[in-house]
């Protein structure tokens, strides 16, 4: 099974306009960390993904979903 977490977080940053640098900074992590997740070369940590859905604005369930 294929996650969809990084695609998912690279729609919603485009969608709000946002950097992978402003994202980075607004999850204290770095912009190479947002990049790996992004081409699904890594994951977001465990307790990053509450403030990841909360800083788009939604449920964690959609964080995941395969059809954003």
């Known amino acids: 099974m294929e996650l969809q977490i990084g695609s998912n977080i690279r729609k919603l940053r485009i969608q709000r306009s946002m950097t992978q640098r402003e994202v980075a900074n607004t999850l204290c992590v770095t912009v190479q960390a947002v ?3 992004e081409q699904g070369r890594s994951y977001p940590d465990l307790p990053l993904l509450l403030p990841i859905a909360n800083m788009f604005s939604v449920t964690l ?3 995941f979903s395969k059809q954003m």
Do not use: G, N, Y
């Open 35 to 37: 990049s790996k997740w």
């Open 61 to 63: 369930d959609e964080l």
